[in-house]
């Protein structure tokens, strides 16, 4: 099982940005992919970005295209989501996962992690 854990959470204002990270460890030669959710007051978890972690191939929810960029660090074992031009609608909790490229943008059924909270005031 690979565990991780989020940082780099913050306060900012809108147009502002955050770059959060994700350490991995334990059995990261299970981890095919690596995706970022969030988790918006009063709602459900949404997925935001997925990078394939040999490939490098990504994938963004349209809300977040343009704003957002996803990348790792093979030799950190860490995974990162750069938020440009951040708006009062990121605010949420954002956490990370890791699993198979097919399979990543799946919401339910995960065991999530504490998150980092990013709030972004108007």
């Known amino acids: 099982q690979v565990q991780l854990v989020e940082s780099g959470g913050g306060l900012v204002q809108a147009g502002g940005s955050l770059t959060l990270s994700c350490a991995t460890s334990?059995?990261?030669?299970?981890?095919?992919?690596m995706g970022w959710f969030r988790q918006a007051p009063g709602k459900e978890h949404e997925f935001v970005a997925a990078?394939?972690?040999?490939?490098?191939?990504?994938y963004y929810v349209d809300s977040v295209k343009g704003r957002f960029t996803i990348s790792r660090d093979n030799a950190k074992n860490t995974g990162y989501l750069q938020m440009n031009s951040l708006k009062p609608e990121d605010t949420a909790v954002y956490y990370c996962?890791?699993?198979?490229?097919?399979?990543?943008?799946?919401?339910?059924?995960?065991?999530w992690g504490q998150g980092t909270q990013v709030t972004v005031s108007s």
């Open positions: 996962a890791a699993g198979a490229w097919y399979d990543i943008a799946r919401v339910t059924g995960r065991n």
């Open positions: 334990g059995r990261t030669f299970s981890r095919d992919a």
């Open positions: 990078i394939g972690w040999s490939t490098g191939t990504t």
